[in-house]
């Protein structure tokens, strides 16, 4: 006879509970619950345990499906494994009466704000930019993975402003993509499509490059011409 799936689901809920009912494992969760990703050292920190200690519980909150990991470059990096997830830890924090710390980046500033990311923009300006990218519809999330799909109406956005759509999507890459940003912590848009759009802003004027340096400047024309991607 097979099992009542109540009875499963119960089973379930008790080791997810249980995975979360640990200190250190509850502290580093409740750490990633401002949408930035962390280092296993820095959870290591934040639980107050060591390295090793910390990749076990690691282990075991990304085997409940609770975290996720998410490699960039030489660094892997932990974050809540989605809305779910955040949603279930709010309610118990709210349960608990516990506040949450806000997370603050030691990126140098003048990096902080905008700066390049191999070939298109990072920094806070260039989570901005996905975010908005997002909000305005321009761009959706594709069926699988992080990539991103351009919409008819981001489409026509694009080009009108001087993009070439046709160029970016013959690139030998990626043509959209979630990028995890280092210093916000939360997803720039990468690819062949945010190298295009860095290239235009270029040519627009709606940011400076400095001379031998990844630092950008977001110009008040950037924000005259396109309020609803670089803001008022």
Known sequence: MDDDPDDQADT????????????????????????????ATELATVGGVAASTASSHLARLREQKLIESVAQGKHRYFRLAGSDVAAALEGLLVVAGARRDTFRPNTPTRLRAARTCYDHIAGSAGVAL????????????????????????????LESLGLDIDAARQARRRFACA??????????????????????????????????????????????????????
Not at 12 to 39: F, K
Not at 130 to 157: M, R, V
Not at 195 to 207: E, K, P
Request: proline share 3%; hydrophobic share 45%.
């Open 179 to 232: 990028c995890l940003d280092w210093s916000e912590r939360r997803p720039h848009l990468g690819g062949a499509l945010a190298a295009a759009w860095l290239q235009l802003s270029l040519r627009r004027g709606w940011v400076r490059q400095a001379l031998d340096e990844r630092e950008l400047t977001v110009t008040g024309k950037a924000h005259r011409e396109m309020p609803e991607l670089f803001g008022d």
């Open 130 to 157: 996905h975010d908005q990218l997002l909000a305005q519809g321009w761009i959706e999330a594709a069926a699988q993975g992080s990539d991103y799909e351009l919409t008819a109406n981001g489409a026509l956005a």
């Open 12 to 39: 379930h809920l008790a080791s997810v509970a249980a995975a979360i009912a640990e200190p250190a494992r509850a502290r580093m969760l409740c750490s990633l619950m401002d949408g930035h990703a962390r280092t």
